[in-house]
Nanobody, 124 residues
Framework: VQLQASGGGLVQAGASLGLSCVVS????????LAWFRQAPGKEREFVAA????????SYSDHVKGRFTVARDNAKNMVFLQMNSLKFEDTAVYYCAARRTYVSRYFDQLNYGYWGQGTQVTVSS
C-alpha cells in the first residue's frame, strides 16, 4: 500500500484548505485511513480517522468542529477539509492507513502505511 498526500500550502489564519491523499495497492484490505500532523519540535499527533467501510469518523479535540475527514473508496482517496485554520495548525500533515480495527485509533504505532507528508503553514 502506498499513500501520496497533497494540497498543503500557506494560508492566513481563518482561511480554509483541503488536503487529499491517494491510496494505491491493496486498498481493499485496509480498515481505516487517518491524518496525523507534526509541528516543528513536537511529536506527531493524531488529527482524524475514518473507517473505510462505514465512514465513521473520529477527531482530535484540537480540530473537532473545524476539520472534516472524508473518503472516496471508488477513487481510493481520503480528504481532510480544514476550516477556520489557526496558527497552531501549522505542521506537516501525513495520511496513514491501517488494516485492522484498534481501540487506540489515535496511536500512530497502529498505522503501518504512511504518506510522505504535505506542509501546511498558517500565518497569524
Amino acid at each position: 500500500v502506498q499513500l501520496q498526500a497533497s494540497g498543503g500550502g500557506l494560508v492566513q489564519a481563518g482561511a480554509s484548505l483541503g488536503l487529499s491523499c491517494v491510496v494505491s495497492g491493496r486498498t481493499s484490505s485496509l480498515y481505516a485511513l487517518a491524518w496525523f500532523r507534526q509541528a516543528p519540535g513536537k511529536e506527531r499527533e493524531f488529527v482524524a480517522a475514518i473507517s473505510r467501510s462505514t465512514g465513521n469518523t473520529s477527531y482530535s479535540d484540537h480540530v473537532k468542529g473545524r476539520f472534516t475527514v472524508a473518503r472516496d473508496n471508488a477513487k481510493n482517496m481520503v480528504f481532510l477539509q480544514m476550516n477556520s485554520l489557526k496558527f497552531e495548525d501549522t505542521a506537516v500533515y501525513y495520511c496513514a492507513a491501517r488494516r485492522t480495527y484498534v481501540s487506540r485509533y489515535f496511536d500512530q504505532l497502529n498505522y503501518g502505511y504512511w504518506g510522505q507528508g504535505t506542509q501546511v503553514t498558517v500565518s497569524s
